[in-house]
Every structure is written in C-alpha cells, then in structure tokens.
C-alpha cells in the first residue's frame, strides 16, 4: 500500500485521483496491457477503468495501439509528470504575482493610529524601538519643554536601555535649550535651532522610522502614528533639508 501511496501522493499534484494513478502504475510494471489486464493488476472494475483511460489517453500519459484486434495501453514516458509540473508552476505563477501585486496594493495603504494618554505615549516609544533593526537609523524634531518629565514619565524604561543595545543611531534638531540638557550621545548627531531666532517650546516630538512617522503631544498626551511608506519618505527628505541648513 505505501509503495502505491508515494505515486498517488505525487500524481495527485497534476489532478490524478487515486485510481487513474493505479492505472498508470498498473502499466509501466505490465506493459503493454489490455483492460482485462488493468483490471486484474489493479482489482478496479472494468466500468471504471474504461472511464478514467479516456482522459489519460487525452493527457497523453497513455497510448493506445492494436493487436490484432484488440486494444492494447502503454504508458507514457513518466517525463511527462515533469511537463505537467512545468505547466502547472507556469500558471499558478501568474496567481502568485497577483497575490503579490494585492500585498504590495495594501502596503501602500496609509495606515492611522490615534491615542490619548500615557499608553499611547508609551506605544510609540516602543514601536521606535521594536520596528528598527540594529544599527538602523530614526530622524527626530523635538520641542519638548520639561526634559525630566518625559525621561521620567512619558519613556518606558526599558527604551532607552533597549535603543542603546541595538546602537540606533539618531539624527535630531532640537532647541538650543534642550541640547544644553542633554548628554553628548555617539550614537546621535544633533542640529540645533537658535532661540532667539525662532521660540521652540511646542512640546511636541516627531519622529520618522522605517516607513512609520509619530507624534507624540505632551500638552495633551496624545500620541499619532502613520504607516506610510511614501510618506515617511517624503518626511524624510524634507527633515534632511532641514538638517542640512542647520547648524
């Protein structure tokens, strides 16, 4: 039965069922055979052999001839499995790309999530650090107003401790304020933005990663983050030009 099942197993990929499998088999082991033949190797009624040799006739995995005047069956080079293979893989290969062009469609998609309070605040922190892969890179405007506040409330813990052991590197414009309470970081190169030029006190940060962009609120603990691949894009080339001109 096992020696049978490993045929049935295979064939069964180009749509044999399990008794026109036997038939093919039946033959390549006694050939060339007549139905009586084929009902005797495979104990299948001859009702359902002369059923099934039509449509392996058409497959061209058998091949009819005459003895006298007898109807005589041979089986097929089994390269022919290997035809139907090919053939199969060719068009299932047009369904796969279709399957692809609906991912790459829903990739695209913009993707929004709102929150308010502190979980929300948290969930971005996270997100930054989970998403990124080691020595990958985020780029941050940051206004935020209270430094030790938010390093004690708003960031997890654990972040900071995380963001360090995959060596994330960071390209940040802040205030000049803020940079003066903040501990020189090898991991993060920083532009800053004159005070007395522009008031940057909005307490608010931006963050572009990956292909997300977050906004984390202060004022209102409100936290919104994108997943967008063109924008996060776009975002990031309009903070580049930004970096560039700053000093």
Known sequence: MFH????????????????AT??????????????LDIANYTHLHRVQIYRLLPYLIDWWFVLISKLWKRKIYNPAQPDIITQEYEKILKNQKGIIDELNNKYSNLTKKTNVIFKKWLKGIHNIYNDIVNTLNPW????????????DKINSHYIPKWYKEKRDKKEIWRYIIMSDKTAKLKKPKLEREVKIIDSKKEKFDDNIIFT??????????????TSILIESREIADFQKKVFKLLFKNLK
């Open 22 to 35: 036997k038939i093919y088999i039946s033959l390549l082991d006694n050939w060339p055979s007549s139905v």
């Open 136 to 147: 990958e890179v985020f780029y941050r405007i940051t206004s935020e107003v209270d430094v």
């Open 4 to 19: 049978m099942q490993k045929y049935i197993n295979l064939l069964k990929w180009i749509w044999f069922n399990e008794n």
């Open 208 to 221: 572009i990663y990956s292909d997300k962009v977050s906004y984390v609120d202060f004022n209102t603990e």
